[in-house]
């Protein structure tokens, strides 16, 4: 007993020896496997000594140093294309080039406050190929009818008239008078019933200086503004500068709607000149961008060309050389037809009219027409034979001969 109990213990031993051994062997070989593979390798345990292989819930048909589980794949979900505002391209405008302007050009003088220089440089661009009308920006960009003492307006015009010698004047001013102002010696808070009454008679003072001039006067109106506040304070300012233009003789032009919405509301982009999308106001809600400036002066244009007398647009040049010496050429007109009168048959390389030589009573000129239907014609509708059969001439007469 004693002897077969150290037995067993010896096979104990040589088996744990066994299991080191192996073991070791193992953490030895795994790097050189793992290397080899690229793949992660577990340690063998006693385990995997006394279970078979094949029912072990580790085995799953592969290389015992391979690892027991699949690894996941990661699936990465495709990335939305990051969304870009790509502007549509806007339409590329033919470069308008100015003309020379003749010795002898008329001067239309814009004067007002910042807004009104954005009216001269738009006036610029519509009139750059009209050599006969200069435009002339004499605007004060901090000035207006309550700062009297910035730039007096009704007291400097008539000496600025006699410098420049306008053929007309563009006035836009307002923005700039949303302050108190000083009547007498007090102060009144803006549109106020005394600051209204103050604030009228300079705009009417302004307008009668220029009509005892005799200068075509064009008034343009306050646009709204992004603030709702200043456009509500504009619109009321409007009011006192109709009165005060058609008082004194001059045209008012009111632009409110070409710069907002259905409801009379501000806007930032809109139709331009061409009816194209554009952004007409600048971020701050006030100041204009070149398409806005251009379409302000599309409004002042049309009544400043009809106070100086030209045509609605440049047009080119009339024809030296009429066509005809009974035919005038119409200005801008290019590609006219002369018209033919009747009683002028020379025209047509004849002497007389078509006909005129035949002698003919009215009543010989109209068709013969067949009284009676040619037998077997599409157009004969009769049922059954005829009495009578209509025979051409030619065929009785050869019948007869027979």
């Known amino acids: 007993m ?4 150290t037995t067993l213990i010896s096979r104990f031993a040589a088996l744990l020896l066994i299991l080191a051994t192996v073991t070791v062997g193992a953490e030895v070989v795994a790097p050189s496997l793992a290397n080899a593979q690229d793949r992660v390798v577990r340690r063998l345990s006693l385990f995997d000594f006394f279970v078979p292989r094949r029912l072990s819930p580790r085995y799953d048909g592969r290389n015992d140093l391979a690892p027991t589980t699949r690894p ?3 699936v990465s979900k495709p990335r939305k294309p990051k969304t870009r505002l790509v502007r549509a391209a806007a339409a590329t405008e033919p470069e308008i080039v100015p003309v020379e ?8 003088m814009v004067i ?20 006969g009308i200069r435009i002339l920006d004499r605007a004060k960009g901090s000035s207006g009818f309550v700062r009297d003492d910035v730039f007096d307006w009704p007291g400097e015009i008539a000496s600025m008239i006699d410098v420049e010698k306008p053929a007309a004047i563009v006035v836009m001013m307002g923005s700039n008078d949303r302050q108190q102002m000083q009547v007498a010696d007090k102060r009144e808070a803006a549109r106020s019933d005394g600051w209204t009454k103050a604030y009228g008679e300079r705009t009417v003072a302004l307008a009668e200086a220029i009509e005892t001039k005799k200068i075509p006067l064009v008034w343009v109106s306050m646009p709204p503004f992004k603030s709702t506040k200043m456009s509500s304070d504009m619109l009321a300012l409007n009011d006192v500068y109709k009165i005060a233009a058609e008082g004194g003789g001059g045209q008012f032009v009111d632009i409110w709607d070409g710069f907002a919405d259905e409801n009379g509301v501000f806007v930032s982009t809109g139709p331009d000149v061409n009816g194209q999308p554009a952004r007409l106001r600048a971020g701050d809600g006030i100041n204009f961008t070149s ?6 002066a599309f409004f002042a244009e049309k009544p400043l060309r009809k106070l100086l007398g030209l045509p609605a647009e440049d047009g080119p040049p009339a024809l030296a050389v009429p066509l005809s010496p009974n035919v005038p050429v119409m200005p801008g007109v290019t590609n006219r037809t002369e018209p033919i009168a009747l009683s002028d048959p020379a025209l047509d390389g004849a002497t007389e009219l078509l006909g005129a030589s035949i ?8 068709p013969q027409l067949e009284t009676a ?7 004969n509708f009769m049922v059954g034979a005829p009495a009578t059969a209509v025979v051409p001439a030619d065929e009785a007469t050869s019948a007869v001969g027979r």
């Open 2 to 5: 004693r002897r077969q109990g």
């Open 72 to 74: 996941r794949k990661v």
């Open 101 to 108: 302007k003749r010795p002898d050009a008329r001067t239309v």
């Open 112 to 131: 007002g406050d910042f807004l009104a220089s954005g009216l001269a440089e738009g006036l610029e661009v519509r009139f750059a190929q009209n050599a």
């Open 291 to 296: 398409a806005g400036k251009v379409k302000i």
């Open 359 to 366: 002698d003919r009573k009215p009543a010989d000129r109209l």
């Open 373 to 379: 239907t040619p037998v077997g014609r599409a157009d």
